[in-house]
C-alpha cells in the first residue's frame, strides 16, 4: 500500500522558518517525480514546488522563489520542503504527492500519489 505522510507544520509567527518531510511507503520514490502543494482555505490546491526524481531539475511558484527549497534523500524514501521567510499568505495545508512519470509536473492531475497533509499556519 502506497503512503506518503507529510510532517512538521504547524504554528509560526511570520519571519520564521519550518520544514516539511514527505515520508514515502509502499513505494521507492528513486524513480518518482515528486511536488508540493497547498491549499488555502477557500481557495483551489496550487503548486508550491517540485522536483524530478533525480533531484537535479526544481520548479517554484513565484510567490516562493528565493524564501522555500524543495530537496529529497531518495536513501531515505522522503522529500522535504524547507520554508524560509514565512509570511501569512502562507497559511495552508501542504500536500505531498508523488508520481512515477519523468520530468517535472506542476499540474494535479500529474500526479497519482498523495498524502494527507499538513497544516502550516503563518500568524502576523
Known amino acids: 500500500q502506497v503512503r506518503l505522510v507529510e510532517s512538521g507544520g504547524g504554528l509560526v509567527q511570520a519571519g520564521g522558518s519550518l520544514r516539511l518531510s514527505c515520508a514515502a511507503s509502499?513505494?521507492?520514490?528513486?524513480?518518482?517525480?515528486m511536488g508540493w502543494f497547498r491549499q488555502a482555505p477557500g481557495k483551489e490546491q496550487d503548486i508550491v514546488a517540485a522536483?524530478?526524481?533525480?533531484?537535479?531539475?526544481?520548479y517554484y511558484v513565484d510567490s516562493v522563489k528565493g524564501r522555500f527549497i524543495i530537496s529529497r534523500d531518495n536513501a531515505k524514501n522522503t522529500m522535504y520542503l524547507q520554508m524560509n521567510s514565512l509570511k501569512p499568505e502562507d497559511t495552508a495545508v501542504y500536500y505531498c504527492a508523488a508520481d512515477r512519470r519523468g520530468g517535472i509536473a506542476t499540474m494535479r492531475t500529474d500526479y497519482a500519489n498523495w498524502g494527507q497533509g499538513t497544516e502550516v499556519t503563518v500568524s502576523s
Open positions: 509502499g513505494l521507492t520514490i528513486n524513480n518518482y517525480r
Open positions: 522536483i524530478s526524481w533525480t533531484g537535479y531539475s526544481t
